[in-house]
């Protein structure tokens, strides 16, 4: 996926799809979009943090909120001071 010029890797773009719902999302939800039976939660964060990097510019983020001891993720759309 391109945006605005950004390449969207294919674990990323799996990522984004899950997120576009726009509910919160368990780690082990967004494991399974890693691709991979082994992947630890290290893994995810890294590909989050560059995720995030991509899509801040556009005006997107995503955020994280720990609600019953369960970490939870969501994208969200940032809003300018002038919105």
Do not use: C
Not at 34 to 46: R, S, T, V
């Amino acid at each position: 996926m391109k945006l605005d010029n950004i390449h969207f890797t294919p674990t990323e773009n799996r990522l984004l799809r899950i997120f576009s719902d726009g509910r919160l999302h368990t780690v082990e939800e967004l494991l399974s979009a890693l691709d991979d039976d082994l992947a630890e939660w290290k893994q995810l964060k890294d590909h989050i943090v560059r995720l995030r990097k991509k899509i801040k510019p556009m005006g997107q983020d995503i955020m994280n909120t720990r609600h019953h001891r369960v970490l939870y993720y969501r994208q969200i759309r940032v809003l300018s001071p002038d919105e």
